[in-house]
């Protein structure tokens, strides 16, 4: 790994706390950081450099005497400063120049925007007009990355304009537009699962298909975020995202090769082909909810109406699924943490069987990504016994029990890729622009005036969302599973 420094925007805040110094400290500690780098944090915060160390120290849980937190430590340095300021930018250059010194080098500067998404024009302009978005040699620009998180924009016109913004900036191959689902070990063995896999290729479309479903679920609730969270909402947070990902993982058509920009073809053809569900479907086709007691979180507004939970049904436009209904949902609040897609195969009850009784549901596919990552097969099986009477079973594969863990974390990939250069599990820009545009079709909806407008259903912490959810999906004979 060539030296770099990687200045984080928004070091204090709670993506840095819980993802992203405990995956540079876990990289550390298996010496994948190389020999020289510099984490520097960006933030609004009055503190120093050891104040800073102390709280990473604290984000990282590890004692004051642990010797790999020692040598991680030496490396953080800390750079007060206002995002829409350019004092702050000004000492971040002293600052870097004297690193580039030390080594006697133009060391890669990766900028990482970990702020709340409203900082992100502020950054973005201070970054050119200070010219630190060069790097050293500056005048040429190929020392820099620049990363930045999700959401990317509010709503289609914010992301065209956020994408504009950084194009004029930066070239595309120095942009990392971040999603971390696509790290996710279980929805990267999505493509092998299905291509390297000859069985289900032919079985993988509407003949076979009944639906398909995708849950997104969190035990927790908003808890420290509800700053961050009350002004995007799940539809936004997840759904634009991390699902839509999960959908085009399932629905993508396989890449011509596995170069960074097939992939990504393969992809954004994946997410064009997402049915948009126009403004006067929303109310038959999204439920969205609120967990009851979200108004009584910290920091969100006292009459919010953003939504917690949201449930939807969708088409996919490919000859492969045409025809095949999609019922997605994402909350927080819900019974359980788990995250999975599950591919709900037709139903027949061979006229073998018929007297005997077939199970209502056959064969299921189901990809649990996390957690107990892995993926099961339900199958229909003869119950033991004297007579004949059928039932379901499940084949299972465990990551854990086959390969002893699940594999690395989701930002310590995003993290290396960045650091390499490799944009293949990043977001191109014609792909945010095709998921934006199924999310806004959305949100117009829920905004529209005159009766057709929506407002998020109260729902009992601990379930799965509103009623409207379930009703949504057993209206056409089917049921979340
Ligand atoms: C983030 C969302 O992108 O993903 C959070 O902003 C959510 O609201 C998180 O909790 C879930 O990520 P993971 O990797 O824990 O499933």
Redesign the pocket.
């Known amino acids: 790994m060539s030296p770099f420094v990687f200045v984080l925007f928004g070091a204090t805040g709670d993506?840095a706390r819980h993802?992203l110094f405990p995956s540079l400290f876990s990289l550390f500690k298996k010496s994948q950081l190389g020999d020289t780098f510099c984490i520097v944090g960006f933030s609004r915060r009055e503190i120093d450099d050891a104040a800073f160390r102390e709280m990473v120290r604290d984000f990282l849980k590890v004692s004051d005497d642990d010797l790999e937190w020692q040598g991680f430590a030496r490396n953080i340095y800390y750079q007060q400063g206002m995002f829409d300021e350019e004092r702050g930018y000004l000492s971040l250059i002293d600052r870097l120049n004297t690193f580039d010194k030390e080594v006697g080098a133009c060391i890669t500067r990766v900028f990482y925007l970990a702020t709340p998404p409203h900082n992100y024009e502020a950054i973005l302009e201070h970054l050119h007009t200070t010219k630190l978005s060069e790097g050293c040699g500056q005048g040429s620009n190929k020392w820099t990355k620049i990363a930045i998180?999700?959401?990317f924009g509010k709503d289609l016109e914010t992301a065209k304009a956020l994408d504009m913004k950084l194009s004029q900036i930066f070239e595309e191959k120095q942009i990392f537009r971040v999603?971390?689902?696509l790290s996710?070990e279980t929805v990267q063995n999505m493509i092998a699962f299905r291509f390297a896999n000859g069985i289900f290729e032919p079985v993988w479309n509407n003949k076979f298909i009944d639906h398909v479903q995708v849950t997104?679920a969190?035990k927790?609730g908003?808890e420290k975020?509800g700053k961050?969270?009350d002004g995007?909402g799940?539809l936004r947070?997840?759904a634009q995202?991390?699902l839509l990902q999960l959908v085009a993982a399932v629905t993508m058509e396989q890449p011509l090769s596995f170069s960074k920009e097939d992939v990504r073809d393969a992809r954004v053809k994946a997410i064009q082909a997402i049915e948009c569900i126009e403004a006067e479907n929303v109310k038959e086709c999204v439920v969205s909810g609120q967990y009851e007691g979200y108004l009584r979180e910290k920091d969100v507004a006292s009459e919010s109406d953003t939504e917690t939970f949201v449930a939807m049904k969708f088409g996919v436009n490919t000859p492969r699924f045409q025809g095949v209904p999609f019922y997605v949902r994402a909350g927080?609040n819900m019974p359980t943490n788990v995250?999975e897609i599950s591919i709900v195969f037709i139903q027949t009850c061979h006229i073998l069987f018929k007297e005997f009784g077939c199970p209502e549901i056959g064969n299921v596919l189901t990809i649990r990504?996390?957690p107990d990552e892995g993926i099961r097969m339900r199958v229909i099986a003869k119950r033991p016994g004297s007579k004949l009477a059928l039932d379901t079973v499940d084949m299972k594969f465990s990551y854990h029990e086959e390969f002893g863990g699940h594999g690395a974390d989701?930002?310590e990939k995003v993290l290396m890729d960045i650091f390499s250069g490799d944009q293949m599990l990043f977001n191109r820009s014609d792909e945010l622009q095709s998921s934006w545009e199924f999310i806004t079709k959305i949100l117009d909806g829920w905004s529209a005036t005159g009766g057709t407008g929506q407002k998020p259903i109260v729902y009992t912490p601990n379930r799965w969302g509103p009623k409207e959810a379930s009703d949504l999906i057993e209206r056409d004979g089917r049921k979340w599973l």
């Open positions: 993506l993802k998180e999700k959401p999603d971390h689902y996710k997104f969190e927790k908003v975020r961050f969270f995007v799940m947070d997840v995202n991390h927080k995250v990504i996390q989701a930002y």
